[in-house]
């Protein structure tokens, strides 16, 4: 059970969130329609990027939605997730209520959900394959207590899903937030006149002041949102963290971590004008050190995201380097799969799909989350992704497929050999697998 002190601590986040229940959108948004969150909230990315295995079957999966809030997040987990069972927990029993009522009304009428603290999941008398717990683990007192609780309810080859508010990125906002509580305006639940005396407050500070230049932006109309204005400048018991903070975390709840979810957008080569022509020091130290220092030193050098958005899992075996394993293999051996949320998105299928067209496909243009531009030209999308839209396929299967679409090159007509054929399959499949539209098998 959760101590007094916890629940102490918790009484003022909640009145916030019983006043103001958050997010805000109507139920009857689907909130299917972006591929993005999708992604990130299916437990095939989670379950590949954390050990390469590729989950095809979700019936008698679990997945938990922590502090789920209005349902929001939980409507993407069950979009994401079909087939799995979906149980969503809060402390608020208006959010709770709002959460259940957005769930029935796009057809989940079986997913499951409990007014519970984070402290009390064992009562659940239940481990998941899945636990998302967004937006609330910088609202709690004890970091590594709480992944420590979550830890106890999750499989031992399951994948927690959490994110901290960066302290970097958002240190303005707790500049805010002090001088809101020093003014008095957060000793209780901020309402209605706390919303008044910030919003005067700021309209009597000149433009050019530097709090709020860096927090008060009219153009986007947010100023006006009562929630933002509460999430941001009145948030109760908000804290900022930095990732040797989590990692401190992981090493006392004996967690590890998988990646960041989305890890393309963490890597330090895009930051330099020249990645490959680097000062030595700097690309050996770079290049040789472990995933938790490259993620450091990108943090230090572009704190640009307001989320530390992870995954973690109990510690895994130490494995070979993927990405190394994988082409060591034979070509018989290796099997493409397509991640099911780009199999399933509609733009994508029907753009390989429409024959008609002869441009080149920017790939960024339907997944923006894989974080660069990469076009493909009509011969490899229907020659490698068109069967793909189907099943699985084989490597060898795949350089069959592109030779007979392409059996010369076009500029002196040339036969493209099998081996040039396969490497130039393989080099695309490398690189997607990294930005996470497809996965692949090896099979003994």
Known sequence: MASN?????????????????????????????????LYKSSLVTARYRRDKKIITDLKNRAILDVACGTGATTLRLAWA????????????????????????????????????????LDQLNQKFDLINASDVLYLLPDLALTLRQLAQVLQSDGVLRGNLHSYYQRFNYYRAQTLFQRMGLM?????????????????ALRDGVNLKATTWSSGRGEIDNDQWILMNHLFQNDKGYTLPDLFEAFEQSDLTLVD?????????????KEPD???????????????????????????????????????????????????????????????????????FRQAILD???????????????????????????????APLLDSSQALESLVCRYLKARPCYPGDLTPVKPKEAQDLIM??????EEWGLIMIEVQD
Not at 5 to 25: A, H, M, N, W
């Open 260 to 272: 960041m979810v989305d890890w393309q957008k963490w890597d330090w080569r895009k930051l330099f």
């Open 187 to 203: 000793e209780d639940n901020p309402e209605e006149t706390e919303l008044g005396i910030a919003r005067e407050f700021y309209a």
């Open 427 to 432: 080099s695309m499949i490398a690189e997607q």
């Open 355 to 385: 024959q008609g067209k002869l441009m080149p496909l920017n790939l960024s243009h339907c997944f923006p989350f894989i974080g660069q531009d990469s076009w493909l030209d009509r011969t490899l999308l229907t020659a490698f992704y």
């Open 81 to 120: 997730n079909p087939g799995a069972k979906i149980v969503g927990v809060d402390i608020s029993p208006e959010s709770i209520k709002i959460a259940e009522q957005r769930l029935k009304h796009h057809g989940f009428d079986e997913a499951e959900f409990q007014v519970l603290a984070i402290a009390d």
């Open 5 to 37: 002190v916890d629940r102490d601590y918790l009484d003022k986040t909640l009145q916030q969130f019983e006043s103001y229940p958050y997010p805000d959108i109507p139920i009857e948004d689907p909130l299917n329609k972006d591929v993005e969150q």
């Open 277 to 347: 022509n680097l000062p030595a020091y700097l690309a050996m130290g770079l290049e040789n050190a472990d995933r938790e220092e490259q993620l450091c030193f990108y943090e230090l050098v572009q704190p640009d995201k307001r989320l530390l958005d992870f995954w973690c899992s109990h510690p895994l075996p130490s494995k070979k380097d993927f990405s190394e394993y994988w082409l060591e293999q034979s070509p018989e051996n290796i099997v493409v799969h397509l991640h099911p949320c780009v199999k399933n998105f509609a733009p």
